[in-house]
């Protein structure tokens, strides 16, 4: 079968791997679309997501949909042919965090597709994947393989905006128009917000916010936009980047809440620390999601605008280029492969 195996920075490689067999306790998923996510390409592109570093080849992804193909030993769930998406995570359930119901920064995690561990998490960017047969969720009624692909990033998304609190009726600012950004629009405009404003320096970036629901887009590096708003309720960083954080903190009103949910760069990021103070302003991390999982594809069956975020869909074979188009944000949104 065919798998999609980084080697190191700039080393990605379509290779024929063995077909896995599922351990107790697994189901083999016959993998249809694969989403080609920001650390995917990290991975890519610089060998490693912040501190995560490759040591030994692994084979990426983590956003993956198909069917049903068969179980292991003592394993139930979906009947074999059943159209599912892959949760990625598997929690190790007893630590501290996943005791008090916080299972997305489990200290002891497993995700498809990471090297936060050695030996790394192998990923599902492959023809069959062999999974924890917990992990699989059988899709909703109306809810095709394409559109679910988008269950994972979503989920992202959803996680952040709870972060956020209650944003019903609030003006909610996304700095970063990337696919998460995109989502994020649409989770907080799910979650009642009155009105969205995204900004970013890619103007077909920004096309893709309009696509979700944005109410008003900024080009991030014009001043005199007149999109940009006096103060916001809520700020969520969407980029990854130190400037993306400023902007929030300088945006949301005193006493308003900021999430930071882009990965920023290894090391230290230089930030507006007196506003946090002076304002009050309450300043949250988001990482991953968990039971975010199940929401995400209920809404993902409701709405067929999603489908509008996905630029191409490339076949396996031609992951280099799926890649490089994921890449360019003036010619993408969310790149699939198709296995």
């Known amino acids: 079968m065919l798998g999609c195996v980084i080697h190191g920075a700039g080393e990605l490689r379509v290779e024929e791997l063995p077909p896995p067999r599922p351990a107790p306790g697994e189901a083999l998923v016959a993998v249809r679309y694969g989403g080609v996510c920001g650390s995917d390409l990290h991975y890519w592109r610089h060998g490693g997501v912040g501190d995560f570093l490759l040591r030994e080849p692994m084979v990426l992804g983590h956003e993956v949909a198909g069917t049903v193909v068969s179980y292991g030993p003592g394993a139930t769930g979906p009947a074999p042919g059943t159209a599912v998406a892959v949760h990625p995570a598997t929690p190790c359930g007893t630590c501290p965090e996943c005791a008090d119901g916080r299972a997305n920064v489990c200290r002891d995690t497993r995700y498809l597709g990471s090297a936060a561990r050695f030996p790394h998490v192998q990923g599902g960017f492959a023809q069959q994947v062999a999974v924890p047969a917990g992990q699989l969720r059988a899709l909703p009624d109306g809810l095709g393989l394409r559109r679910a ?191």
Not at 177 to 201: E, F, H, N
Not at 209 to 218: I, P
Not at 270 to 292: Q, T, W, Y
Request: net charge negative; aromatic share 4%.
């Open 149 to 339: 692909v988008l269950a994972e990033p979503l989920s992202v998304a959803l996680h952040a905006v709870r972060r956020a609190g209650e944003v019903t009726g609030r003006h909610v600012l996304v700095t970063g128009a990337g696919p998460i950004g995109c989502l994020v629009v649409a989770a907080a405009k799910a979650a009642g917000a009155a009105r969205v404003t995204v900004t970013d320096l890619v103007p077909e970036a920004l096309g893709y916010a309009a696509v979700a629901g944005a109410d008003t887009l900024v080009r991030a590096d014009d001043p005199d936009d007149p999109g940009w708003p006096a103060e916001v309720d809520v700020a969520v960083e969407a980029s990854g980047v130190g400037a993306g954080l400023d902007t929030c903190l300088r945006r949301v009103r005193r006493g308003g809440v900021v999430v930071q949910l882009g990965m920023l760069p290894t090391g230290r990021t230089p930030f507006a620390g007196n506003l946090v103070v002076s304002r009050e302003i309450e300043l949250r991390g988001a990482f991953r999601f968990d039971a975010e999982f199940d929401v995400a594809l209920e809404l993902l069956a409701a709405r067929g605008e999603f489908d509008g975020l996905v630029s191409a869909v490339v076949p396996v074979r031609e992951a280099g280029s799926a890649f490089a188009l994921a890449a360019d944000r003036e010619r993408s949104c969310k790149v699939l492969l198709e296995f």
